[in-house]
């Protein structure tokens, strides 16, 4: 409780609360539920689409959270009344660190990826901002805080039905056998659904106990909080096992010491405690918790965590090279392959290490700016904590504590803060407690006048409106370059060129449809049986693939594609040359590996092809690898047989 000398702020703070409950009119309020539902698309449907981690769901949502934002950045423009400016904690911090990653883009490894990573960053900006403003009306947090919910029970029911069914489906798609029979919900791994229910879980605790909740969205938070913690356990995931008992930790912590010292020390040390006394009680008496525990173990690690060991090591020399400002946004995936020392043939898009992962991206500046953007908003929002006379408050910063926490402890596994519903979920929670401080009058709006209301309405506008355009021109072109590969699947070759001849034209930024259009035109010219279309169609396809190899330097598979080109125009020295380049590249990947080893065997090189055969079959097993070195073998064997011994 606040001491006596606060007391005297009562009837100033009572007042501010007051001016903020002030009634709207009809239309008022039909144009913020507008833009609340437009929001709400990201964090609520997102997590039905597979938590929104493909570009064709990703870039939906990100037009519709861009017009709900535009449309809050529009009030002051339209309402004379709007003139105060909610600005959430660290807003500000955070408006510089998209200002650095803006700027970090023509530097980045892929542009046009880092380009889609910004307007991401942007849309998470936009809507903490919108958030804050648009919940200081009393209930609206409640009744968004509702649906959330509602909407992860019915995937954790769809999840347990699925462990029920013993089914891999997951809506229309299977699911990897890798993840064998753990509950994933909506999602395909099922680590992104545990940091799914680790968000909520804490927030589901803290409203089952806030009075100011009302019956029936405490009698939902508790029906969630009952349903949420065993389908956890159902997901297997180590990392969502210890986000949670983090984020419940800090949770209960900061609600017992809401109570009193002797109450917060008490929590404090039995919390712990039931955790143990917990986690030896599964140990003994579940097989799935034992497997799970021993794999994680440094003397037996299963492949999930072997390779995390070595890729945090591989990501270390990767951020020496550029320690300050990185390899630009959305790069690591780009640049990893170049300093992998294992072999394992899988995709490495992500270092599951989100500190590393983002000091290789954006290198010690950018991650000392985003430092410094949860170090505000978590100091700002203790300093509610303990100065607000309302549990309610309180309780919800407990809430958003507690889920932060527990993202950033998954985070240390995990890649969780590039799963973009679910980074919408926290923003939402975070900016309901961002709201509340205004809500409750313990940070004041600025007062600004009519006319620098419109002016930051506008520029708002202005700028959120040109990420959705970037964000249509990006989509567009990602569409069409979809629909061009689907065409050259089904070999209608004329339509894929169609496709991607308008991709390239939405977008000239983006690699890929270059890099379509060059592998149909070197398909062409590799059947086509007359020579000089034969040598046109190649060259044509070099231009392209130089062009995509222009925008990305990285794509091994232009690489590939430029060396059969070169091969199609008889220029076998060149074929190997880009070839090697490949394998330069990423000398353990097992199929540029073998087709140089091919390469070099179809130009009499057998020495050398046998060399790098074997250096595949160390990268792993293949029959024609066997069978090609077992035939340079043989014809070696054959030549020093028919050489006179001197």
Known sequence: MRSFSHQQNDSETLQRRRSVAQPISLRHSLYDWTAIL??????????????????????????????????????????????????????????????????????????????????????????????????????????????LLFLVTLIAWYAIIQHARGTRFVLNLVRPETYQMRASGTYFCPNHFAHLLELVIPVSLVLMCMRASKWPLRLLAGYSFILFLPVMFLTQSRSGWIGTMVGLFITLCLMGFRKGKKTFILIFFLVPLLFAMMAAGFWYGSQTVRTRVRGAMLDSPDAAVQVRFVMWKDTLPMIREKPLTGHGPAAYQWVYPRFRSHTMQLLFNYAHNEYLHFTADYGLIGFSLFALVVVAVVARFLWFFFKTDYDRDAYLVAGFLGALGASCAHAFFDFNFHI????????????????????????????????????????????????????????????????????????????????????????????????????????????????????????????????????????????????????????????????????????????YVTHLGLQLRRMGRDEEALKIFRHARSIGAAEMIDLNIRLLEEKRAAQQGSTPVL
């Not at 400016?85 to 530097?107: K, T």
């Not at 009058?441 to 708002?460: D, E, H, I, Y």
Request: charged share 20%.
């Open 420 to 591: 973009f519903s679910n980074n919408h979920v926290l923003i939402l929670i975070a900016g309901v407690v961002a709201s509340s401080l205004y809500r409750s009058g313990m940070k004041n709006p600025v007062r600004v006048t009519r006319r620098q209301a419109c002016l930051f309405g506008s520029v708002g506008t202005l700028a959120v409106m040109g990420m959705v355009l970037g964000t249509l021109q990006v989509f567009g072109s990602y569409g069409l370059t979809f629909l061009g590969e689907k065409s050259r699947e089904k070999f209608d070759m004329d339509r894929a060129l169609a496709f991607y001849r308008k991709a390239k034209k939405i977008d000239p930024g983006n690699w890929a449809p270059y890099l379509g259009m060059a592998n149909v035109l070197q398909v062409r010219s590799f059947w086509n049986l007359d020579p000089d279309e034969k040598k046109r169609g190649a060259e044509a396809s070099i231009g392209y693939y130089e062009a995509s190899l222009e925008r990305n330097p990285y794509e091994l598979e232009a690489l590939f594609g430029l060396s059969k080109a070169y091969n199609c125009l008889g220029d076998q020295k060149k074929a190997l040359e880009i070839l090697v380049r490949a394998v330069t590249y990423d000398k353990n990947h097992l199929f």
């Open 38 to 147: 437009l929001l709400l698309m990201a964090p609520a449907v997102g997590i039905f689409l597979f938590g929104a981690v493909r570009l064709w769901s990703i870039g939906p949502l990100l037009i519709l959270s861009g017009l709900g934002t535009a449309l809050f950045f529009l009030r002051p423009c339209l309402d004379g009344d709007a003139l105060p400016i909610r600005i959430p904690p660290g807003g500000l911090f955070w408006l510089l660190f998209l200002v650095y990653s803006a700027v970090m883009i023509s530097q980045a490894a892929v542009p046009y990826d880092a380009r889609i990573e910004v307007l991401k960053i942007g849309s998470y900006l936009g809507a903490y901002w919108a958030w804050t403003e648009l919940l200081t009306r009393k209930r609206r947090w409640r009744i968004v805080l509702g649906i």
